[in-house]
């Protein structure tokens, strides 16, 4: 328990909390936002939500702020109990990333398909705790806004639309393996990497 304490403390996931909260009051803001991407007038126009980029947002901060910071003493002398703690603590900020879709599962009619963008959530969250991991949460938020975006374009302009309608948020009939192998993936990488890799902390110290 002093092991777990002492993680939880030095990742500052109480302010996890706080980021829960202000994600919820922007999703709430931006329930009805969307970004509306019309490259092909042949195609119909494809919409995105705007709160999936503000989960962008929650979850490169979230990761950031958990990020650790007894790096060397969590490598070193609590290497069990710090995996542990480490992949509980990427799980709870994925948790809290998922806030910005709590504004739009409320405020949007009964009839409109609400699991994908959960889906959607959760996917574009776990890639980016698991980049953030692997490289820097900075850098993975910006690699995944813009994947996020690049996604939407393909599908409007019809590049590849085989591998595109596979994805996530195309259709209402939602597919729950793309965000349960990455949620997966995430608890795996956190925990043999305690939350970040040699190189991620190195570069996360030159962002700071």
Known sequence: MRVLR???LARRVLLLGVLFVVGTGLGL???HGTIRIDLNPLVESHVLPASALITVAVAACGATISRPRLYSWERIGARGRASTSAAAVAVVGILASLAPAIGPLIRWPDEMA???LIADSL????AIYVLGALISPLLAGGVVAVAFLAHGVAYNVGVVPDVVDTLSGIRADVSWYVPVILLTLTVVVHASTRGATTF???LGRNEH
């Open 200 to 202: 991620a902390h190195r």
């Open 123 to 126: 996917v574009l969250a776990c």
């Open 114 to 116: 609400r699991g994908w």
């Open 6 to 8: 002492r993680v939880m």
């Open 29 to 31: 803001l931006s329930a």
